[in-house]
């Protein structure tokens, strides 16, 4: 592999990101093209003349999240690969991300060495996904099987319905949580309503449990 390759970094904290990317132009063959805050920055720039090869892509973000923005990458330029960068190790997430385009999945406490092989892999092989998230992934196929399963019906969630669930874990008025997702009260009901059917919970209570026990939020 002699051409440069070009990543696009993606994640919402300033500091980490810069780190990253003065990293990464350390490694021989690869070069930052830019840099972005959330997804909706991402697809902003996006449209310069020069896409990524690679987009090295944070899970959490505001404003427009990992998923929702590999969802749009997937559509828009699907030969772009995407690498998921999370602090998170939930199999909830890894398949999540995988099922909306990640190529690969990569812990934000991974040593340099291993960024720089997954760079190379997904460049190489298409993927890249090391022993924990492989092990993940393989001990979730029997609970993606199962109907009944938590992570089956995680996985079914629309990214709107996740975003709703985390919002829902806070201490937020629905009425507040309506504002927030810029739609009306009765579209948020229709959320919960929905979640509750999916989840088997009656409560917001319920679903504060279930989201923390499945590791859908950070307590």
């Not at 696009?8 to 805050?37: C, K, Q, W």
Request: hydrophobic fraction near 45%.
């Amino acid at each position: 592999m002699s051409k440069k390759k070009f990543i696009a970094v993606v994640d919402d904290h300033t500091m980490f990101r810069r780190g990253l990317s003065v990293l990464i132009n350390l490694f021989p063959n690869y070069e930052v093209l830019f840099e972005a805050a959330s997804g909706k920055e991402l697809i902003e720039k996006m449209t310069i003349e020069q896409l990524p090869d690679i987009v090295l892509l944070d899970v959490n973000m505001p404003d427009m999240d990992g998923y929702a923005s590999a969802e749009w990458l997937h559509q828009h330029h699907p030969d772009i690969r995407i690498l998921a960068l999370s602090t998170m190790d939930a199999e909830t997430a890894i398949i999540k991300m995988i099922r909306h385009g990640a190529k690969g999945y990569i812990l934000k406490d991974a040593e340099p060495s291993e960024l720089k092989q997954a760079f190379d892999d997904v460049i190489t092989l298409g993927y890249y996904y090391n022993d924990t998230v492989t092990r993940k992934v393989m001990q979730s196929i029997n609970a993606l099987i199962d109907d009944k399963s938590a992570l089956n019906a995680i996985t079914k969630l629309s990214d709107r319905e996740m975003e709703f669930l985390r919002l829902a874990c806070s201490e937020k008025s629905y009425q507040l949580i309506a504002k927030e997702m810029f739609v009306s009260e009765r579209t948020v009901d229709g959320y919960r309503e929905a979640l509750f059917k999916k989840l088997s919970v009656s409560t917001r209570v319920g679903l504060v449990l279930y989201a923390i026990k499945n590791k859908l939020v950070v307590v």
